[in-house]
Structures are given as C-alpha cells and as structure tokens.
C-alpha cells in the first residue's frame, strides 16, 4: 500500500518550503507584524512532523529557533515571500543561524531587520514598521505643529 | 610561529612544499617576504581593538588589495603562490563588497552594540581572516617563513586528532 507523506501547505495550497518569510500578527503588539523564517522540517515516516521557525524575537532574547505553536501563538502565519532558488534558500538559513543567539533590539536589530537582512545575502536590511513610524510620526508631529500655528 | 609548526596545520591542504619538482625564485622569495612582512602590520587581519573602528577596517582592506595587486604584477601569473595572492585580493573584494566603503550604513554602525551592521561586518571579517589565514599558511610553508604571532593567530588551527580520530 502506497501511503502518500504529509508535507505543510499554507492555505491556498502552496507547499511551505525552507527559508519561507513568515508573518504573523499577535493581539499584543496591536496590529504590528512579527516575522520570522521556516528553518526546519522534522521529517516522520509519514512526512513533516514539526516545523522549526528561526526568528528574532523580544521575548525570547534575541535570534532563537522556535516551534511553528510557539511562533503562531494560535493567530494565523502568512507566507511574506519566498526565496529565489533553493540556493538563495540555504544561503537565508546559513546567514540566519550566523546569528544565532544575537540580541533583540527593537530599533537596530528587530524580527524585519532579522528576516531582511538573509534574504538580501546579509549586506543590507530595513525594518518598514520602524520605518512607517518614523514617517507616521514626523507626519504627526508636522500636524501638531500647523494645528498650533494656525490657532496663534 | 615558525614555518616548521605553520607546515603541520596544513593537513589536507595542498601546497609545492620545496619538494623536487619545485624551486621558489628568488623574486618569489623576496615577494613572499614583502606580503608577510606587509601583513604582519595590518592590524585589521588579527586585532580585537581593531574591530572597534571598521572605518579603518575598510581603509587597511583597501590598502591591503591594492598591496596584493602591484605584487601580483611582478610575479608569473600560474604559479602557487600568486594563486594564493590572487585569492587573498578575491577575499578582500568579497569584504568590500559586504560591508561597503566609508558611509555605508555597515561601515557605520557595525561597532554600535546590537545593531544588525555588526551581524553583516563581523561575519565578514571573519571570512577575510580565514581566508587569510589558510593562505598566509601556505605561502609560510612553501617558503620556509616564520609569522609573527599576532598575525599567526589567524592560521588553521592544528589537527589535534590522530589519525583513528581521537585526540
């Protein structure tokens, strides 16, 4: 009997794959995004048993490996984007565990300088959440100042 | 460390160690000792307090390719030796190009304690290094020169496994 071996599909049916930018949003961080990337299938006789997500994360200090539970936290995980080839794959998971263990900071080093960073061969890396932000406040700040203008 | 020790790190790495069908020239004496003595002095290859500045990092990489360049211009382009220039000037590329010259943003803020600069600087440093440090190997093996420690710190380390694999 042929006994065809299970492996993870997100939700419109592609099959997950190694080095898969991930994203995830928990009800604690208001609407922020958390990312992090596939780094592992535990393989069975029956196919994946586990995913392993490698991620930068606050709460757990800093770059760490985590099960795909403790990475989702029971909210649902979208794929951002994938890597190129499978060559760009490996590449994304040997930059991504050169740093394991690596301090969390949330304006120099977050969970999108993390994800950035090895997908773009570890030379450059921007977090578009602190970036919005920035943009967001001066903006705000820009608003504040004319609102003040205008009532003098 | 003498070039006696430096030969025995050199397990599974080929090099003409001075066997019968090879003769080093004198110009590639004379070269091999001018690059040792060149890198002997560059800081940026073995220095901890070194990697507190990657300004200068960049600037002593710079100078190091170009160094690696006007050597290789009197030397016959097939030989070993040049070989092992060639690579080292290959390894000082590939640090440029990762961390980029003076007012890129990892050139920056590589020696700002957490930032992600230092993740794509210091892993490129330590490829130089390596890369440095297996050729310096060579090049002290296949002409029978001595390295000051310092820059000696760099080499393989030695096998301290026996042939069964214990140590």
Redesign the interface.
Known sequence: MLIEKFYPRYANGKQMGIGDELVVSYPELHGIPHRGLIYRFIEGPLGVEAIEIIHNSKGDGGVCVVSWDDFAQGQTVRCRRRPSSLEHARGIIA?AE??LG??Y?AG??NCE??TD?CYN?????KSETLEAGVVFGSLAALGLGIAVFARD | MKFSEIANRLTGISTPLGGVSWQATELEVSAARRVVSFLEDRRVLYAPDEMEVPSHCVHSVMDIRHFLTSELGKLDAGSEFAASLRAMRAACRKFL??V?IDGS??AL?AN?R???SS??FY??LGELRGTFGVHLARIAAQFKLDIEDKLASILPAKDEEGPDGRA
């Open positions: 930059l050169s740093v690596h301090p900071d120099k080093a300088h993390f960073w061969g570890g030379t450059r890396a | 190009d990762r980029g943003e990892v803020y700002h957490g930032h992600w993740w794509t892993g490129a």
